[in-house]
């Protein structure tokens, strides 16, 4: 008798075990797209920050947050995202230098660079206004994005349910 009340213990542990560790993973992955996905319902473009022209303000590796924002009401010395005149693939995040808002366009300038930048930004090519960065989250985001990191989640994800699974067939032979 004795020795079937320690096994049941034994196994209770084992199941509260799995059970953590399950939810433990799936509360990580939660987390982790919460930044990614919940502020776009609210109107926000999250990007990540790949070079060095913002920095010290917005280092490389860091998770901007743009909002949408007519380019009148754009001031100097606020920092924008926008597409690059040269490569429309780019998206440029620099601080407002000048808003000419007789001919349409921005001069901008990234925070380490020397100069304003070559080419005027037309206001068709705003993206908007950066209303946070996130060192390092940048990085995060671009690894799950991939197709390396998506296959990650997924497993993660797997994982948890199987052991949640397990945990219930042992809870269950009891």
Do not use: W
Request: charged fraction near 20%.
């Amino acid at each position: 008798m004795e020795q079937k009340a320690k096994k049941k213990r034994t196994n209770n542990k084992g199941v509260f075990f799995l059970n953590l560790l399950g939810e433990l993973l799936l509360i990580g992955v939660i987390l982790i797209c919460i930044p990614l996905t919940l502020p776009r319902l609210f109107g926000y473009e999250v990007y990540s920050v790949v070079s060095g022209s913002m920095e010290p303000a917005i280092p490389t590796g860091s998770l901007v947050y743009i909002k949408e924002a007519e380019p009148e009401t754009i001031e100097e010395k606020e920092v924008i995202a926008f597409y690059s005149p040269s490569n429309e693939d780019a998206i440029i995040t620099h601080r407002v230098v000048t808003n000419k808002v007789v001919s349409g366009e921005f001069e901008t300038k990234g925070d380490a660079n020397q100069a304003n930048d070559p080419q005027p930004v037309p206001y068709a090519n705003l993206v908007g206004r950066v209303t946070l960065s996130i060192p390092i989250a940048g990085k995060l985001l671009a690894g799950i994005v991939t197709t390396e990191g998506k296959i990650m989640i997924v497993a993660v994800v797997a994982v948890s349910v199987i052991l949640q699974i397990i945990a219930g067939m042992i809870s269950k032979k009891k």
